[in-house]
Nanobody, 119 residues
Framework: QVQLVESGGGLVQAGGSLRLSCAAS????????MAWFRQAPGKERDYVAA????????YYAESVKGRFTISRDNANNTVSLQMNSLTPEDTAVYYC????????????WGQGTQVTVSS
């Protein structure tokens, strides 16, 4: 099992930046991919970005491409999400998730961190 703890959320004005971090513990050797998802009020949870743990290859949702950057620090078992040029549409609870090697879905989730962007 992998445990995940997010940090770094908060309130920011439109056009501003925030950096989220996610610390992984437990069976971190089993991680294949780490990702960020978000869920706005009344909406489904959406994929935001992902990074392959071994190679560092990254993937982004179209809505955040060019504004968000996902990165990882293997030595410290952390993944970060740098968010720039934020808009009110980015307001959501952001979740960190882990996909283990051989798994079919993300099955380790953090508790979430609130990001609120004011206009």
């Amino acid at each position: 099992q992998v445990q995940l703890v997010e940090s770094g959320g908060g309130l920011v004005q439109a056009g501003g930046s925030l950096r989220l971090s996610c610390a992984a513990s437990g069976r971190t050797f089993s991680i294949h991919t780490m990702a960020w998802f978000r869920q706005a009020p009344g909406k489904e949870r959406d994929y935001v970005a992902a990074i392959v743990w071994s190679s560092g290859r990254t993937y982004y949702a179209e809505s955040v491409k060019g504004r968000f950057t996902i990165s990882r620090d293997n030595a410290n078992n952390t993944v970060s999400l740098q968010m720039n040029s934020l808009t009110p549409e980015d307001t959501a609870v952001y979740y960190c998730a882990a996909l283990r090697v051989g798994a079919q879905r993300y099955d380790s989730w953090g508790q979430g961190t609130q990001v609120t962007v004011s206009s």
